[in-house]
């Protein structure tokens, strides 16, 4: 197919050879479309109209490029200062939501086709022809830039914080406690050498001023029996102990006293039976007991003792191991100042 008329003197086609066999053209005919020349572009010609003839070409078919707009955004806008003597200080900003734009429009002043000479290369072309390798040509876009940039903060606001300290002392709580002691200011009386300062010491009176406990106690009056007068205390013990107590005033702390007492034990010779006494959790004194129950022969017992106050309890404790079943005469029990 040929895209331009060629003249008569290229119309030389002998034909070709194969061997023997000569081919030779007999009979040809060509047609064309009547709407259309037959004149085309071919591939070839849009390298050369690019590089000679992209002016005429955008010319001659009156082509205008599309428009491209690149927007370009300021996201951070100006900076503002704010200064503030506060104890604390906050700043809030609120930026605008308008952006100002603006935009670069690009003006193409478009030559007509008249304004541009047909390069002398295409005088020979169809306007079909020239129209379509044209086409292949004048392509591309223009560039307009928009500059978007956000606007200076147009409302600042400053907030003031003050600081709220709270700091927590240790407090050490004094509490002043008074305490009022009566004191018995009435001075001690000298005790009297040799005043027995026991109540009811032979237990005339039965158990009054005297408690017991433990296995049992028994106030007991028989003259016969009794060590002085007729009186006397029967203390059981063996299976416990048992103690016999009392309590002593009006003692001089530091003072010298003699504690005795008379005592007849029935402990069927049982060993280590005894007879200890206290004053108060003091030791005075631990007396072994004999059998003397039997013809009431009463033992008698003494301990020098040192009061520590003025009050003061005085313990008689019986006990024996082994235990078993014994009985003592408790009698004439003396407490008195040397």
């Given at each position: 197919m040929?895209?331009q008329a060629?003249g008569?003197?290229?119309?030389?086609?002998?034909g070709?050879?194969?061997g023997q066999d000569?081919y030779t053209?007999?009979?040809?005919?060509?047609?064309?479309n009547a709407?259309?020349?037959?004149?085309?572009?071919?591939?070839?010609?849009?390298?050369?109209?690019?590089?000679?003839?992209?002016?005429f070409?955008s010319?001659?078919?009156?082509?205008?490029?599309?428009?491209?707009?690149?927007?370009?955004?300021?996201v951070?806008?100006?900076?503002?200062?704010?200064?503030?003597?506060?104890?604390?200080?906050?700043?809030?900003?609120i930026?605008?939501?308008?952006l100002q734009?603006s935009v670069?429009?690009?003006?193409l002043?478009?030559?007509?086709?008249?304004?541009i000479?047909t390069?002398?290369s295409?005088?020979t072309?169809?306007p079909?022809?020239?129209?379509a390798a044209?086409s292949?040509?004048a392509t591309?876009?223009?560039t307009a830039?928009?500059?978007?940039?956000?606007a200076?903060?147009?409302t600042?606001?400053?907030?003031?914080q003050?600081q709220?300290?709270t700091?927590?002392i240790?407090?050490?709580?004094i509490?002043?406690?008074?305490?009022t002691?009566?004191?018995?200011?009435?001075p001690?009386?000298?005790?009297?050498?040799?005043?027995n300062?026991?109540q009811?010491p032979?237990?005339?009176?039965?158990q009054t001023?005297w408690?017991?406990?433990?296995?049992g106690?028994?106030?007991w009056?028989?003259?016969?029996?009794?060590?002085?007068?007729?009186?006397?205390?029967i203390v059981e013990?063996?299976?416990?102990?048992?103690t016999?107590?009392?309590?002593l005033?009006?003692?001089?702390p530091?003072?010298?006293y003699?504690?005795?007492f008379?005592?007849?034990?029935?402990?069927?010779?049982?060993?280590?039976?005894n007879?200890?006494?206290?004053l108060d959790?003091?030791?005075?004194?631990?007396a072994?007991?004999?059998?003397g129950?039997?013809?009431y022969?009463y033992?008698?017992?003494?301990a020098k003792?040192t009061?520590t106050?003025?009050?003061?309890?005085?313990?008689?404790?019986?006990?024996?191991?082994?235990?078993?079943?014994q009985f003592l005469?408790?009698?004439?029990?003396?407490?008195?100042?040397?």
């Amino acid at each position: 197919m040929y895209t331009q008329a060629w003249g008569a003197s290229y119309a030389k086609n002998a034909g070709q050879w194969r061997g023997q066999d000569h081919y030779t053209i007999g009979l040809s005919y060509i047609s064309s479309n009547a709407t259309i020349s037959g004149d085309v572009s071919c591939p070839s010609d849009v390298p050369y109209l690019s590089a000679s003839g992209a002016a005429f070409c955008s010319a001659y078919i009156a082509y205008t490029p599309p428009t491209t707009t690149v927007s370009t955004q300021t996201v951070t806008p100006a900076v503002s200062t704010v200064l503030s003597t506060q104890i604390s200080l906050q700043t809030d900003t609120i930026y605008s939501t308008e952006l100002q734009t603006s935009v670069q429009t690009a003006t193409l002043t478009r030559q007509l086709r008249r304004d541009i000479q047909t390069p002398a290369s295409l005088s020979t072309w169809s306007p079909s022809r020239i129209s379509a390798a044209c086409s292949a040509v004048a392509t591309g876009t223009n560039t307009a830039t928009a500059t978007e940039t956000a606007a200076t903060p147009y409302t600042t606001i400053v907030t003031t914080q003050v600081q709220s300290l709270t700091q927590t002392i240790p407090t050490t709580l004094i509490v002043q406690t008074t305490t009022t002691t009566t004191l018995d200011l009435a001075p001690i009386p000298t005790p009297v050498v040799g005043l027995n300062i026991i109540q009811n010491p032979s237990f005339e009176n039965g158990q009054t001023s005297w408690s017991c406990s433990g296995q049992g106690c028994r106030s007991w009056s028989y003259q016969p029996a009794a060590q002085a007068g007729s009186g006397y205390l029967i203390v059981e013990f063996g299976q416990s102990s048992s103690t016999v107590s009392q309590p002593l005033t009006n003692l001089k702390p530091g003072a010298s006293y003699t504690l005795s007492f008379y005592n007849a034990a029935q402990t069927y010779n049982t060993p280590n039976c005894n007879i200890q006494a206290y004053l108060d959790s003091t030791l005075l004194t631990t007396a072994k007991l004999v059998d003397g129950y039997n013809g009431y022969h009463y033992a008698y017992t003494s301990a020098k003792v040192t009061p520590t106050a003025t009050k003061q309890t005085l313990n008689l404790v019986m006990s024996c191991n082994p235990t078993g079943n014994q009985f003592l005469f408790l009698d004439n029990v003396q407490f008195y100042a040397n």
